[in-house]
């Protein structure tokens, strides 16, 4: 059975910064495509960041989030400077066996259950 478990979400001021993991477990290897998406209150749930041979970024945090991958530890991070009180919101980490053209819809098979970032202005 697959899991994702996020952690390292937090409350934090504008201009900081905070780390989410995300640990995979069960059948997940290394070349899935790992995602990040997020949901604010209220509003549909948007693309962040995609990872697979290359790096994919939201035009909303290019520059300022950086995902990454410890395949060794099945682990996806997601390095996140310079936040504004626009990044609130509860992230999600996602997986999928294929890439396709469609990286940034929701259309995952596997999402974890979802870690609160709060920013404060």
């Known amino acids: 059975q697959v899991q994702l478990v996020e952690s390292g979400g937090g409350l934090v001021q504008a201009g900081g910064s905070l780390r989410l993991s995300c640990e995979a477990s069960?059948?997940?290897?290394?070349?899935?495509?790992r995602a990040w998406f997020r949901q604010a209150l209220g509003q549909e749930r948007e693309f962040v960041a995609a990872i697979t041979w290359s790096t994919f970024y939201a035009d909303s945090v290019k520059g300022r989030f950086t995902i990454s991958r410890d395949n060794a530890k099945n682990t996806v991070l997601l390095q996140m400077n310079g936040l504004k009180p626009a990044d609130t919101a509860v992230y999600s980490c996602?997986?999928?066996?294929?890439?396709?053209?469609?990286?940034?819809?929701?259309?995952?098979?596997?999402w974890g259950q979802g870690t609160q970032v709060t920013v404060s202005s």
């Open positions: 996602a997986a999928r066996r294929y890439f396709g053209g469609n990286y940034y819809l929701p259309q995952y098979d596997y």
């Open positions: 069960g059948l997940i290897c290394s070349s899935y495509v």
